[in-house]
């Protein structure tokens, strides 16, 4: 009963985000999926054939040095997935339709991403990727609005003095800001949402985010609370894949000394009441949804406990710029590379079936503080 409970209070926030993002989720997947999801998620061992979410890597190049992202390791082995494998993936998955969500990196540094969205718009899929604001060109922001983006994500790091320190570029907030005043009016049907990651330095600048997103009436705020693993969780995960796939695939977050967050645990509390109060017109969406109960367990209950599941697996892709497949963003287990096969064979290789099979016993290590719980 007690797992049932904590299916339940998945679906119910999986619920909240669609109606955020609702172009992702149309009315027909959520009601073929009500029958559909249940049968693929009780099923041991069997295929999975839908996908609803494709989550691309276009690049690992970027502009910016944030301190809490892991992408920047890559830079110096630049790669961009290159635009024929990108076609032959949407084309195999052209019937389903599921939602591209174009990653980095940084998007814009991909020279084909307005032919990418243009490309999947052709094929019926809704598109959005996330930016970190400073290389909007106008040209181009007009060019991915004429190819029907449907969502831009643009990450706030926090007021002008925060963002420029956490983004270890010179002017990063001021390029941010011009492009934004740039992007409001000319949006068009692209919802322009700003995206702001609560970290303990920065949690208190997050009213700056709803601040903008009112004085250029954007479509939205989407707060991500801050993802983290201890020391003992990483341990644990790597035990716990090498155990099954005889590996340690790299898990990539941010690992940190529980301890050291116990005190931001009440200021996200503070700041999910205040936003409530004071920017009732502006459309938010926690990511994930946290009651606050959940929030202390979130900052710094050891080890980190919850009635939560996770169904991306049996409904979302990952695909790296080498364009490799793993099971999600957190663990990035090697399932195989496209090269013009179906994705859909690699996404149901056998580590996948047996990813999925060991999921539903129990969340994995990494899947700690994960925001698609």
């Known amino acids: 009963m007690k797992l049932w409970g904590g299916r339940i209070l998945t679906l119910r926030h999986v619920w909240q985000r669609i109606r955020y993002f609702n172009q992702v989720f149309p009315l027909s997947s959520l009601l073929k999926d009500l029958f559909l999801l249940p ?163 920065t949690v208190s600048d997050a009213h700056h985010a709803f601040e903008l997103a009112a004085r250029f009436g954007l479509d939205g705020v989407r707060l991500q609370h801050y993802m983290y693993l201890t020391p003992e969780e990483s341990l644990a995960q790597e035990q716990v894949m090498s155990s099954l796939f005889g590996t340690t695939p790299e898990t990539q977050e941010i690992q ?25 017109h502006v459309s938010v969406q926690w990511a994930p949804t946290l009651s606050e109960s959940e929030i202390r367990q979130w900052y710094g209950e050891i080890p980190f406990k919850t009635r939560r599941g996770c169904y991306f697996p049996w409904r979302g892709m990952l695909v790296n710029a080498d364009g490799v497949l793993y099971p999600c963003t957190k663990i990035f287990l090697e399932l195989g590379r496209l090269d013009g096969r179906n994705p859909l064979d690699v996404w149901n290789a056998d580590d996948m079936l047996l990813f999925r099979q060991q999921l539903k016993k129990g969340l994995y290590p990494a899947c700690s503080r994960c925001c698609k719980l």
């Open 39 to 201: 049968w693929d998620y009780l099923r041991t061992g069997n295929r999975v054939e839908t996908v609803r979410m494709v989550q691309i890597f276009v690049t690992t190049d970027c502009n910016q040095r944030c301190a809490m992202c892991y992408v920047h390791k890559e830079v110096g082995r630049s790669r961009h997935l290159p635009l024929e494998c990108y076609r032959e993936l949407v084309d195999a998955l052209r019937d389903q339709r599921p939602c591209i969500l174009l990653m980095g990196g940084e998007p814009l540094m991909h020279p084909d991403l307005v032919e990418m969205v243009a490309y999947a718009k052709a094929a019926g899929c809704v598109t959005q990727t996330f930016t970190n604001g400073t290389l909007v060109r106008q040209e181009t922001f007009d060019a991915l609005v004429a190819a029907g983006l449907d969502y831009l994500n643009l990450s706030l790091l926090g007021t002008r003095a925060t963002h420029n320190a956490v983004a270890g570029i010179p002017r990063a907030y001021d390029l941010f800001l011009r492009n934004l005043e740039y992007l409001a009016p000319r949006r068009g049907k692209t919802q322009v949402v700003i995206n702001f990651t609560l970290t303990p330095t």
């Open 256 to 280: 940190t000394d529980a301890k050291e967050v116990i005190p931001f645990c009440e200021a996200v509390i503070r700041l999910r009441r205040e936003v409530q109060v004071r920017y009732p």
